[in-house]
């Protein structure tokens, strides 16, 4: 999809973004402005008829314009038609239906053209949200990412179903009638614009100053979601730690400024409508005054009175509206950019890479360092060698860089110093979705979607026999579990199911890794939450299941780790010992004293049972 191939550039990028997207659409826009063009002539002839029947056709005053003798000779004449004035009437009507039929048009239209386009801006921010390098989640909080893609968007489709056609209909409307007031009579015209100028710049400053009103507003109705998300979210904390008074006086802080800002809105929107209506009742009563006294010197006749009267009432809405509308375009405008720096956020290259090779499971660091920024080093000079089939456990304090290693494994950052080798091969040059399809993680998270159980198991292998399913689960030692809900495997998680206690969450995110047979199995603190003795049970019957796969387990706990053919302990992202638990017990370092303290722990509870 050419819109898509999106680059950085100048801010007319952005601008260059609507075209894009509006490809295939264009059409209906422009056949929606012609709608509205008509709709708009069609209201304008409206009174320039009332004009015609009272001037010349009830009244005497000869017809000058070519357009109107052409249409008294077509109806049967003047007086034919001052026999049967309905003619005049029904022309009345049928180019009011005419008016409503092209407003109608002009609606569906633009709505089908602004849908699409919409539609397409949601479509390529979810992708390029997907396809994004892994960076970009932390650069970008979620609550954001969600707003561009919902009211950002939602803005834009606002302005270009409503305001952007309203622009070509003001703009018809407002010509049409300036032309016709102008050779009717200028002085009059003159009159009946002199107050004009004045109503759109207080409708553009006010509009413009209100925006600011709005953007506060929506903030502070923002930070009200926030409380309310994060509050029902985490209740179990609220009710844990008895906060309740505290968040229900935060909320109501919140609520009240949220309040004060609204009302300080409509306050402000009754007095520019307030103000607004005056200036233009003025001019309307300049335009009735000055009319009339025009008419009864007979410098016009009643019908131009009858015209300008009607056209001073098309001319003082759009001209207010016109005002909303310039400063609404900022408001796209900025939702606009806020858009354009999403999508044009750098992709990964998935497919880029070596591909189609066996994995066996070898990996070698050697030296590699690593930081998330330019300045600080995550990863200092780690080197190690595992072999396919081994069990690794990196063990180490909080921070100290285990995560960093798997994420660097999976290819999520780009080491710059160092090497990483899988079964030889450099890693940078193994495609990425490659070696992702080839290690299977169980993260520290345990998320599960709101789906069934078996759903939820099934993602990594979609094409599983609900037996395979099965055995899964009892290698994380959750199908017995599964088998007592009511619905078993069919039981729905999440908001609208079944509450699952973390250990339980645990393990059905290690079912759905070990449903598939990868060469490389990484589990990130992924048994915290289950007890040692399931934890054992868990990877007896991993080893069983395969004895060629490598297998990662990074933890604090040593019963966790004290099994591994090798131990890492890594610290302040470096690595201070290596070597199985007999070892490690006997080197000084952080492993031995967590495993004299645990194994105090450990007796004093024995005791104590
Ligand atoms: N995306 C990121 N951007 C910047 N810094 C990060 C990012 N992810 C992790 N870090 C930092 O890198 C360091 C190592 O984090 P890492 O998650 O690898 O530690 P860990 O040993 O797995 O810790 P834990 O046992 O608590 O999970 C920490 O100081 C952390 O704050």
């Known amino acids: 999809m050419a819109f898509l191939c999106l680059k950085e550039g100048d801010d007319m990028r952005k601008y260059r973004l609507l075209i894009d997207f509006s490809k295939g659409f264009r059409l209906k826009y422009i056949a929606s402005i012609i709608a509205t063009g008509l709709s708009a002539l069609f209201s304008v002839l409206i009174p320039l008829i009332i004009k015609l029947t009272v001037d010349s056709i009830i009244g005497t005053k000869p017809i000058t314009s070519k357009l109107m003798i052409n249409l008294v000779d077509s109806l ?38 602004s849908e699409n386009i919409a539609k397409r801006f949601k479509d390529s921010l979810y992708e390029t949200i997907l396809r994004a390098k892994y960076e970009f989640y932390s650069k970008y909080p979620s609550g954001e990412i969600i707003q561009r893609c919902t009211s950002d968007v939602e803005t834009i489709r606002n ?56 953007k506060r507003s929506d903030e502070a109705e923002a930070e009200l979601s926030t409380v309310i998300q994060e509050n029902i979210t985490g209740i179990r904390v609220v009710k844990a730690f008895a906060r309740e008074e505290f968040e229900i006086k935060k909320f109501a802080e919140k609520n009240k400024t949220y309040r004060d800002l609204t009302y300080n809105l409509i306050k402000l929107f009754a007095n520019y409508w307030s103000f607004s209506d005056c200036l233009c009742m003025i001019q309307t009563a300049l335009v009735v005054l000055i009319g009339s006294y025009f008419a009864a010197n007979g410098k016009i006749t009643i019908g131009t009175l009858l015209v300008f009267v009607s056209y001073e009432g098309m001319l003082l809405w759009p001209v207010r509206q016109m005002g909303r509308i310039l ?44 930081g998330f920024d330019d300045k600080n080093y995550v990863l200092k000079d780690i080197s190690f060698k595992i072999e396919a089939g081994q069990t690794v456990a990196f063990f180490g304090s909080t921070g100290s860089g285990k995560s960093t290693i798997i994420s660097l494994l999976l290819r999520l950052y780009d080491y710059k110093k160092g090497s990483i080798k899988i079964d030889g091969i450099e890693l940078k040059d193994i495609s990425k979705s490659f070696i992702r399809q080839k290690i299977g993680v169980v993260p520290q998270d345990a998320f599960l979607y709101s789906k069934t159980i078996k759903e939820n198991i099934a993602i990594t292998n979609p094409d599983a026999e609900l037996e395979e399913i099965y ?100 610290d302040k992202g470096k690595v201070t010992n290596i070597g199985n638990h007999e070892k490690l017990i006997r080197e000084e370092g952080l492993y031995k004293r967590v495993w004299e303290i645990q194994s105090l722990i450990e007796r004093d509870f024995e005791k104590a049972i």
Do not use: C
């Open 76 to 113: 049967g004449g003047r007086d034919y038609i001052l026999k049967n004035l309905w003619i005049m009437g029904l022309l009345v009507i049928l180019l009011t239906l005419l008016n409503s039929l092209f407003l109608y048009l002009k609606g569906k239209w633009s709505s089908q053209a």
């Open 159 to 214: 302005f270009l179903a409503n305001q952007f056609v309203e622009i070509g209909r003001t703009v018809i409307l407002l010509s049409l009638i300036l032309i016709i007031m102008f050779s009717l009579d200028v002085k009059f015209a003159l009159v009946a614009t002199l107050i004009v100028p004045i109503i759109f710049a207080f409708a553009l400053w006010f509009f413009t100053r209100v925006q600011r009103q709005f």
């Open 327 to 370: 400063s609404d375009m900022g408001k796209m405008t900025i939702s606009l950019s806020r858009i354009h720096e999403i999508l044009t956020q750098d992709r990964e290259n998935l497919d880029e890479g070596i591909k189609d090779i066996e994995i066996k499971g070898n990996i070698e660091f050697s030296s590699v360092t690593f």
């Open 471 to 570: 055995r899964a689960s009892q290698i994380a030692s959750i199908h017995d579990t599964i088998m007592e809900f009511e619905d078993g495997y069919d039981t729905l998680v999440g908001e609208k199911g079944i509450t699952l206690s973390g250990g339980q969450r645990q393990r059905i995110t290690i079912a759905r890794t070990v449903l598939k047979d990868y060469p490389i199995l990484v589990f990130d603190d992924s048994l915290s939450a289950v007890d040692t003795e399931t934890e054992a049970k868990i990877r007896n019957a991993l080893k069983e299941r395969s004895k060629n796969t490598t297998t990662i387990i990074i933890s604090h706990r040593i019963t966790s780790v004290k099994d591994a053919d090798i131990i890492i302990v890594l």
